[in-house]
Every structure is written in C-alpha cells, then in structure tokens.
C-alpha cells in the first residue's frame, strides 16, 4: 500500500490540529534545511579557499579545499610513485567498469562472470608492477585502488565458497549440513575487526611455508567472512525458488547437479541480485577496517593526509568530506540500483 | 484470516505430533538427520578434520619457533597496563582475567546504551517518516541515505575529531541545561540516591571541574553517538518496512468492526508488524554489538583493546585469540538461535515460508 494511505491511517486529520502541527513541522524543517544549507554554503563555497597553501586557508576561515587539492595523490594513491601511476589508475578504472557492467542485466552472463575472475587479477599484476622494471610489494600499495582491489578480490573469491555452503546447508545429508551451518554460524558470529586480527597473526602461523603476506592473509579472512554472508543471501533465494521446480526436473530424469546447476542455480540467483548489490555495498562500506591491521586503503590514506598537524593544521573535515563523497557516491548509485532492478525483477515489491 | 490461521496452526501442531513412517527411536532419527551418501560424507568430514588437524599442527610448531609455550595461565598473572575507562575498580597490576573483564563490561555498557538509544530514536524516525509530512519524510530519507552509504568508520573518526574539537572544561559549551560538552567529555545529569531517596545529580561547573552527573569520556561518547547515529538509520528502515507490512485490508477491516485508532495500532497493526520487525531488530542489536569492537579504532577500551594490548604484553597471541573467539560465540550463537527459533515458530503457525 502506498505510504500516503498509510499516513491517513496512522494519524488520520482530526478538525485543526494536524494540519496546523503539519504547517508548523514543515515550516520548522524549511527553516532549519536552509540554516543549514545557508551555513554548508558558507563554510563550503563562499569562505572557502581553493588553491594556496595553509596560511590562504587561515586567512579565509571557511573550508580548505586548497588542502584536498594539494593532497589529493596522496589520498587517492597513498604512496604509490608517480611515475608509475598509471597502473592503479587502469586498474581503478577496470575496476569502476566491471562493476558498472554487471548493473546492466543485457550483460548478465558467462562473459562477466569471466570479467568477474580476470580484472581482480588484472588488477593485482598491474599493482604488483609486473612487468616492468620495478616490482611493487603489497605492502606498497595503497590508497582507493587498494580499497577497490580487496573488494573486487574478496566478493569475487568468496562467490564459489559460498555456493557451496549454501547448497551444503540445504542438503538432505546430516554431516554436510551440519558442517555448512557450523562454519557459517561461527564466522557470523565474529566480528569483523577480531577477523581480521585473529587472520593477521594465525594465518601466517598455520601456512609457515608459504610467503604469507599481510594481504594475502587479509584477503583469505574476507573472504570467509564475506562467504558466510553470501552463502545466507544464496540461501535465501534457494528457499524463495517453488518446491515445483526442484520435483519437476527431477521428474524429467536431471540428476542432483543437473537440476541444481541448470534449474534451480540460476533462477535463485536472479533472484537475489538486489540483495547480493546491497551485500556488496555493505563489504565496500567495511573494508576501511582492514587499516586496523595495518593495509593503507584509502580512508586510512586520508586519515595520514589530515594527520599532517604541522603542515595543514585541523583540516579533518575537509578530507573526511571528500572521503565520505567518495564512498558516498560509489554506494547510494549501487543502492539506487538495487531498488530499481528489485522493482523490475518484482513489479508491486518495495 | 485470524481464524484461518489458527485452524492451519492445530494442522501442522496435529501433523507434527503424528509418528513417522520410519519410527521416532533416537536411532532412526540420527538415521533420518544422517541422511545416506555415507562414503562421502565420510570423507568430508574426515577431510575437514585433517585440515584443521594440519593447520593445527603447523600453529603449534610455528608457536614453538617463535619460543612461545601454549598457557592460558597467563590470565591470573598481574597485568602492566591501565585502562582509561572501568565500571569495576581496576589498576595496573590487576590480574588479567580482571582486565579482560573490564573490557567486556566496557562493551556491555556501550552495547546497551547503543542498542537503547538507537532504539529510541530509530522508531521516532521511523514511525516520524510515515506521519504524513512529506517535508519530514524527505528529510529523514536522506538522513537516512547519508548515514547509510558512507562507513561507519568514517563516522567514527568524524565524531571523535568531533570530541577533539571541543572546548576545555573552563568553557564548556551547555547546550541543555545540565548537559556539558568539553574536552574531557560529555557531562550529562545522573539519578543518584542520596540521603536515602532517589534523586537527579546535576554537573556543575565549578573553575577547572565539573562535579555531579555523570561524566562520559570522549571516546565513549562518540562511540555511542556513532553507534546511535548509525543503527538508528537501519531501525528506522525496519519499522517503516514492517508497519508497510501490514496490509490495508487489515486497518480497514478495523475500522470496519468499529474499533478506535489507538487500539487498531495496539491489537492489529503492531503485533502483526512486529513479526516482521522483532528479528530484523534483534540482528540489528547483535550487529551494534559486534560493531562496538570499532572502539579499538578510535581509543576506546573494549575487550577488543583489552585482549590486543594482553597479546601484545604477554606474546601468548593464539590464547588471546581463544578467549576472544569464546567472548563473541558466546554473545552471538544464543541470539542467533533465539532468531531461529522465532522463526520457526511463526513458521509453524503458517505465518511465514518454512
């Protein structure tokens, strides 16, 4: 039912109170929008300095956008060299077009699910600098490309996982799903900062033969974590799919896997793609806590850059506002989205 | 529909009392529960253990390399550091086990006080939004958007910045009366008892202190005003969603039997909407929960911190782990279990899917 309705139902308009306390209200939310707005637009535009260094930006008072300016490498690059830049910059740029790519259902398909694998590895070789002359440690990278990449690579990677944990917590078999539910239950039961601690000093400890760096051993603890989300969201829309598909092809003869891969698999997806985009938001909108454990991805990098008390002194609003802009954008387009593919998958839901 | 329902209750409760073909012996049911396809299952699990024995096994030999020797002794051994923050007297050279307390009353206390307040002002937000003012209704929703697409890291470092910003105690800003903010945190009035009664402690600035009340320190408070900030924005969200739950017919056919608003809210709406709400709410409280860990970024003692700062002075790392580990299973399974069971038994009832 539309929200409209359901206003007159919950406060239906009794003879001249509401609409003068609905007046009021509105007057009191006009009012306090342009205060507010008055007082963004003076700080933000008009005693604002662009360009010039932290003495310009005193002499103002207003927002020092001339900081963002003179920091904006270090905050979107951290400390990658310069001459090398165009390789976070390709990777970002892949990145932003595998994930505007699966927005478009046309694309839905073998080809993306290929983009899904290739461009998080594309982009680890060009982070790593290879090939060239210089080779770049994982530890040397850093900033919105970083984030980007244990993003792409942690959802990517955790997709197979979390199949099979799905299908596994729906098996008629007693150990399999017992094991399925045990492992999803435990990782969601952690948090994801113990995760990442507890990954950073055990996974080194229990692979001593291997090079296990910090990214590495992040990456895998994501993925986990992540897996156990997805196999949830997976699993509900394996619950949501009719009983009569799964006996239908089972009456035509498929086997487990045939009806599971061809039948069942794909329609359940469809499904929960809506859910899967919020999912994604959700893991972009946490991966800031892998600074915790010491990775320099993006807004640690303009934490450092706001941190330069000597050179531009209490400049924390300004870089937290382009920060937030940032993750801001690349999130409310995503869950704009989810709500129109939802309206288009569903007509009447939501 | 009342009726109907209930009529379809006592069928399933009828169905499921019914024996089953098989026999219900403890034995045919592990039978049934096992399922069939023993060689791989089998297989599975035993696979399962031999890696963990395998990871195991390379911890250990790692933990001796590195010359450390598995003790959870370590928890009755005097801890070296202070904590800035304590519900319980605390001190350096406390013993840990005492300290790890600390921690955790930290996060209960913040868990609570989150969960509480976002509460409250998620389901003014939530109940404000659909109030029929379209003005309001905008607001909220980018309130809302805001909150909800930037990180809650993000906020947190912002409301922290926030607390750093403010002035020192001599000139603490009173926005309310009996509220002040400074640098040294929030000071807010208190019930007390004193002489016997129950009354409202009120700070009071006197020269370089503020006495009375209750004083939250920085860190705190903006824990809690990020947490409360945050969770409320997904609170709102399932109010709104589980009040649009309830179907028009339902208000109508209210209406219809003459009942007055009030108990059309009481009797139909809410415990109709509050299906929908009560496990969404309840994964909220466990997420703010797990989210006060985030404290650790930001320099607020929970146990987190507490455990961190043990494993750092006492080099037994993979113990630490294990009582931190121990910590979050034990807040987590039995809600996630109460979740579960809720919803088994408004399946049961044929109100939801099974």
Known sequence: MSGAVLHRRLFPRRAGGVPLLNAAISLAVIGGGVWAAIAFFRWGILDATWSGGAEACRAHGGACWAFVRANFKLMVFATYPSEMLWRPELGTVLILALMIASMVPRLWGKTLLAGWVLVPLADCLLLSGFPGPRLMSTNEWGGLPLTLLIWALAYASAFPVALVLALARRSKLGGVKTLATGVIELVRAMPMVVVLYVSSLIVPMALPFAEVNLFLSIEVALSLFIASYLAEVIRAGLQALPAGQDEAARALGLSYWQTTLLVVLPQALRNVIPPLVNLGIGILLSTPLVGFVGMIDFLTAVRLAAAQEQIWPGCYGEAYCFAGAIYFALCFASSRYSRWLERRIRPGAG | ?354
């Not at chain 2, 705190?220 to 005003?225: D, E, G, T």
Request: proline fraction near 5%.
């Open chain 2, 1 to 354: 529909m009342d009726g109907e329902g209930r009529k379809e209750a006592s069928f399933f409760d009828q169905k499921r009392r019914l024996p089953s073909p098989r026999g219900d012996t403890p034995l045919a049911r592990l039978q049934r529960w096992w399922g069939g396809n023993g060689l791989l299952q089998i297989l599975l699990l035993g696979g399962m253990l031999a890696l963990l024995a395998f990871l195991g096994a390379n911890i250990a030999q790692s933990m001796h390399r590195l010359g450390m020797a598995p003790d959870l002794g370590y928890l009755w051994r005097p801890a070296a550091f202070d904590i800035s923050e304590s519900l319980i007297p605390y001190q350096a050279g406390d013993l840990y086990a005492r300290a790890i307390l600390v921690g955790l009353l930290n996060t209960a206390k913040l868990a609570f006080f989150g969960c509480l307040l976002a509460t409250l002002l998620g389901v003014s937000l939530g109940v404000l939004r659909l109030a029929g003012n379209p003005l309001l209704a905008r607001l909220i929703e980018a309130y809302v958007e805001i909150v909800r697409n930037t990180p809650l890291t993000l906020q947190l470092f912002f409301w922290i910045a926030l607390t750093h910003a403010l002035p020192p105690v001599r000139q603490a800003l009173q926005p309310l009366p009996g509220v002040f903010l400074s640098i040294r945190g929030v000071f807010l009035p208190w019930p007390a008892i004193e002489a016997g009664r129950l009354m409202l402690s009120w700070p009071v600035l006197h020269g370089f202190n503020i006495g009375g009340g209750v004083s939250l320190t920085p860190e705190f408070a903006a824990m809690l005003a990020g947490l409360t900030v945050y969770y409320s924005a997904s609170i709102s969200e399932t109010v709104r969603s589980g009040i649009e739950s309830v179907h028009a017919g339902q208000w109508e056919a209210a209406r219809a039997l003459g009942l007055a608003r009030g108990r059309i809210v009481r009797l139909i709406v809410l415990p109709q909407a509050m299906r929908v709400i009560t496990p969404l709410m309840t994964s909220s409280y466990l997420d703010l929960t797990k989210d006060t860990t985030l404290g650790i970024l930001i320099g607020f003692t929970e146990v987190t911190a507490v455990i961190k700062t043990s494993a750092n002075n006492t080099g037994n790392a993979v113990e630490t782990i294990l009582v931190l580990l121990a910590v979050f299973l034990s807040i987590s399974l039995p809600v996630s279990w109460l979740i579960n069971l809720y919803n088994q038994r408004l399946a049961r009832r044929g109100v939801i899917a099974r």
